[in-house]
């Protein structure tokens, strides 16, 4: 089957039925106002990982005066990191995630 595109026309959308409705279910309803639904087994369940990332996203946990100490003194360039400490950490994280133990 060969479908022409042809600019500023959009082909026509098919009608879309729920699974929810059947054709007489859906007459009656329309007839009658309701639409009848059944209860649906549909359930969601967070992670540790996505409550992290959400409480990190808002802010939880964070110390701004210390954040706002450490910009301070990195735009004065009086901000001198240690390299040993964020190695360690780093090790530490990648032991966390499964990898190798710190």
Do not use: C, H, W
Not at 18 to 31: E, F, M, P, V
Not at 37 to 42: E, G, L, N, Y
Not at 45 to 66: E, H
């Amino acid at each position: 089957m060969t479908n022409t595109i042809k600019p500023g026309l959009q082909a026509p959308q098919p009608q879309v039925q729920l699974r929810s409705q059947n054709t007489a279910a859906g007459s009656a309803s329309a007839a009658s106002g309701t639409v009848a639904s059944r209860p649906s087994d549909d359930s969601v369940k967070i992670t540790d990982s996505a409550k992290a990332l959400d409480a990190a996203s808002r802010g939880d946990g964070i110390d701004t005066k210390r954040v706002e100490d450490i910009r301070a003194r990195v735009a004065d360039g009086t901000y001198k990191p240690d390299a040993q400490a964020i190695a360690s950490k780093f090790l530490a994280m990648e032991g966390q995630m499964g990898g190798v133990k710190a």
